[in-house]
């Protein structure tokens, strides 16, 4: 069964910081994996989602995200952080059709 | 082009009760899944429709129910409420059944949070 795990429920970065958030997959078969931001309040947005055409994809608002399969690694980062990014992110695994297997998230807090 | 619309937003019910959620996906949009979020398990699967069809069901008891009609707009339902049930379910919609990508994403809508008392 394929899987995520999102290390630290809670990332704490000041503005202009570096910003990475961890997903480590577990999977068979060539995972398709997906980051999702969720501001409060609302539904779930793709950032970025990689499907094995390229190993670093690039996303909205900054972010972007390298695939590692020798260390099932999908990490998400962003160079300098700003307020606006405050938010859950999951990140996520597709087995199979649109169901998608998700991370706990984690928390991002984004100090001045 | 109107995005995902759930309905209600927010709803309060009692224990023992029923609830009927309501998910419009994007105009031409025919497959519809839906997810519960809670704090303690996080996002889960509940399932999926296509052309008014089941085609893929997450593991929750069966007081957990869905539809789909033929203009693709989808329910689900909730029958004899527990306390456990409190959460965002969060509706999604794709144009098919593929795995969401740049040129099948897959778009969210802001969900219905159910609170039981």
């Known amino acids: 069964a394929q899987s995520v795990t999102q290390l630290g429920s809670h990332v704490s970065v000041s503005e202009g910081a570096l910003v990475l958030l961890r997903c480590n997959y577990s999977s068979s078969v060539p995972p398709y994996l997906f980051w999702y931001v969720q501001y409060p309040n609302q539904g779930l947005q793709l950032l970025l989602k990689y499907t094995s055409a390229a190993t670093l994809v690039k996303g909205i608002n900054g972010f972007e995200a390298e695939f590692k399969k020798s260390e099932t690694s999908f990490h998400l980062t962003k160079p300098s952080a700003h307020m606006s990014d405050a938010a859950e992110y999951f990140c996520?695994?597709?087995?199979?059709?649109?169901?998608?297997?998700f991370g706990k998230g984690t928390t991002l807090s984004v100090s001045s | 082009k109107a995005g995902v619309t759930q309905t209600p937003r927010y709803l309060i019910k009692t224990r023992g009760q029923q609830v009927t959620l309501s998910c419009s996906p994007i105009s031409g949009h025919r497959s519809v899944s839906w997810y519960q979020q809670t704090p303690g398990q996080g996002l889960q699967f509940l399932f999926e429709?296509?052309?008014?069809?089941?085609?893929n069901k997450g593991n929750f008891p069966g007081r957990f129910s869905g539809r789909q009609f033929s203009n693709s707009r989808s329910e689900m339902n909730v029958s004899t409420l527990e306390l456990g049930d409190s959460a965002l379910y969060l509706c999604?919609?794709?144009?098919?059944?593929?795995?969401?990508?740049?040129?099948?994403?897959?778009?969210f809508g802001d969900g219905t949070r159910l609170s039981i008392l």
């Open positions: 996520a695994v597709s087995p199979g059709g649109t169901a998608l297997i």
């Open positions: 429709y296509f052309s008014e069809t089941q085609r």
């Open positions: 999604a919609s794709s144009f098919t059944l593929r795995r969401p990508d740049a040129d099948q994403p897959q778009h």
